[in-house]
């Protein structure tokens, strides 16, 4: 239930009084995005428990979930716009001066230097979509063309890999699936998986179903697999080339699902058939027949599953190794139907899943999935290239953190001639900004996910405020609006037609924005701002950055309709009513396993399974190199592990760390013994970028030459009063430690999972 501005005045008016209600809301520190119910005492979250009527979390939330009040009110937040002064430190504006000099900024960069030369970074984190939604219209006032997200990071070489062969996103059908594999992933903690310990815990039980684990971890997700295939660190793709090896010599295929449903199978196989299972075997380190055992497993399955994860998109041969991933399920026929992988709806798709690429402008590097690979972006900058980034736009993302060579990209930052950051708190992104803008948080105005990937069940929840915006702070939509209509880009014509359209009920404002758009081409690009601020003032309880979703739900019934149907939503208008008042989310599509194939783009509906490109380096694994260590850096260190502790960069405090505090490094007994390093003495890790100092703890599920240390920690905090004096910094702050170079040859991704590295006693 929204919160009204009665129920509001009435809660500030006596803050010492816990409002009984339970309020409906959702966790915003992992793609699952779990329902909850929580109740308020004043602005604290004073209770938080899971909401059972979420139709795809069911009342399930994992620890995490719980401590959400330290997100709320356990940073420090930002309640005023900041400008860099000459002096280097910030000095606090108003909202009208930060608006009229950030446009005149970006205006200025445009006219000199073309809008293209504007990065938009970021858009959204792990809870919050909707505002992102709204950027499109600023990059199309500027002029930009080029965006980045994290997503550069992880899935973009996935994303190439699935275009060619299903044609987009694939995801598995987890409830039913017969053996689900689980490929450098983690869900017992990590999640990914709906529901994703109660759902490990039901295949782990089920004698009939099995679970494949592949990490070179016994991770608590291996400790309830079946098969756990502990590969050497980095060398899945020898791992997976030798069970495709297996299937092709011992005739696992399914040869009927090759002949009706896929084309270029016999490339695959011809090429495949050379491959040396034994070496292959010897290479990633394990038995010949465990490898066996699971290949059977495999084929003779009713029914598999697979989720690759940052285990292997963050390590070598990423992409190539989606590939191999996705062959297996496609050799044996595990798609399109029950337990086996699908494709799915979408109410936003996060990312382009597309065969073709452009560009960056400098370098060249391949934007798969649209966007620039995080790791080209300083070399994009750092240059005197005429075509250089001049600018860059951050909202809700940490890059200053989170992207590899974290010294490198402050470089980059500062090379700039105008750096904005949009975010809640004084991160360690905004203190390298010349202006930072303060936004509502995600409690405090209405937000939801495009993390709409399920399947047969694809849920969508828009989120009600819990409370009113910390007094200082705007929404994110509203900052678009003000800053595309400050640079005089809001098509004044187009705008007064659609506001009285509104008045006249959401089918008349459908046709007229069909007609303006014909009639005035920057409708489209300005489409975000225009729907805010012509149908958003129509949408009830402040919800007007709700109004993106109205063509969202037109998409939705375009491109999904029979699923939009079975899941009981008559046409585009009962769906956005159904989003907008359902507050628990609503299935917007139910698909059936056969529905697959009609998401599938190719025109012969067959799946192209020979990617020359990938092919040839699958050729070159006989040559290539299984290790990136030296005797320098022996030990293969994992920058960026998921604990019941960490969640990427979203609570800025460290009291919400109830055990872990400093975020351990954790290796193989024999390691710390043979370099004297006892559980809780201080190590000294070394990289060929930096270093840093970490608490040891030993934990034989490391193998030897293997450490890890957790993601999301390492940031400077404040240590006394007030946002901008000194901080303190807690843990490995991971990216001082990577290397921008150490990537992906087709995606650009970074290898965070294989940093070559030191370890010494401090
Ligand atoms: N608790 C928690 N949950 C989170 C997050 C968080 O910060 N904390 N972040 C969220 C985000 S943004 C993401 S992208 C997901 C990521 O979720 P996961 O990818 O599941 O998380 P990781 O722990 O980074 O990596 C998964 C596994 O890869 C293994 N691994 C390391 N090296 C290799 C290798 O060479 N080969 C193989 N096969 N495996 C290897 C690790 O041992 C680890 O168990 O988690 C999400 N969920
Ligand atoms: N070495 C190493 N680096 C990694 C990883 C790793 O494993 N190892 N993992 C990578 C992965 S998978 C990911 S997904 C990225 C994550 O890194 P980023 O994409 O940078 O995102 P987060 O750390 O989630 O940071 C989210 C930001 O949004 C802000 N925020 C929260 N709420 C709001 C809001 O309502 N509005 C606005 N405007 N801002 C808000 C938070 O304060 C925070 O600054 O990190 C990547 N970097
Ligand atoms: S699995 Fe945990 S972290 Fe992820 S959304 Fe659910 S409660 Fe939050
Ligand atoms: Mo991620």
Redesign the pocket.
Known sequence: MSRTAAESAAARADEQVADPVWHKSAC?LCECNCGLQVQLDGRRIAKIRGDKEHPGSRGYTCNKALRLDH?QNG?VRLTSPLRRAADGTFEEIDWATAIREIAAGLAAVRDQHGGESVLFY?GG????HL?GAYKGALMAAVGARYSS???A??KTGEAWVDAHLAGGHTVGDWERAEVAIFLGKNPWQSHGVPRARTVLQQISKDPARTMIVIDPVRTESADLADIHLQVRPGTDAWCLAAILAILVGEDLLDHDFLASHTSGAETVVAQVKSIDVSAYAAACGIAEEQLRSAARRIATAGSVSTYED?GVQ?SLNSTLVSYLNKLIWLLTGNFAKPGAMQRHSWVAPLSKWKTTYRTTPVTGARMLGGIVP?NAIPDEILTDHPKRFRAMWV?????A????DTQRFIEAMAALDLVVV????L?E??RHADYVLP????FE?W?ATFFTTEHPHNVFQLRAPLLDPLPGTWT?PQIYSAIARELGATPARAERILRAAAGRGRAAYTLAFAATAVADKRVRGLAPTLLYETLGPTLPDGAASVAILWPLAQRVALTHRAGMKRAGHRSAAALFDAMLTNRSGVVFTEDRPEDSWSYVPHKDKRIPLAIPELLAALDGLASGPHAHTSAQFPVVLM????RAESA???F?TTAWRARDPEGALRMNPADAERLGLAAGSRARVVTARGSAFAVVTVDDRYQPGHAALP??LGLDLPSGRGEDGPTERTGVA??T??DGTRRDPFAGT?W??HVPARIEPA
Do not use: F, M, W
Not at 125 to 128: E, F, I, R, T, V
Not at 401 to 404: V, Y
Not at 422 to 425: E, H, I, K, N, P
């Open positions: 915003i997100y940073g970021g984190g792990q809870g919050n505002g997200n994290a997503l990071q992880e940052l963050h995080c909202d809700s993302a940490n890059p953190h989170s992207l590899a949009l975010d809640v708190a991160t992104t905004a936004c509502a948080s995600q105005k937000e994110e920058a960026g592990q998921r990427n960069t979203i800025r993601n999301g991971l990216n430690l990577t970074p965070h999972k």
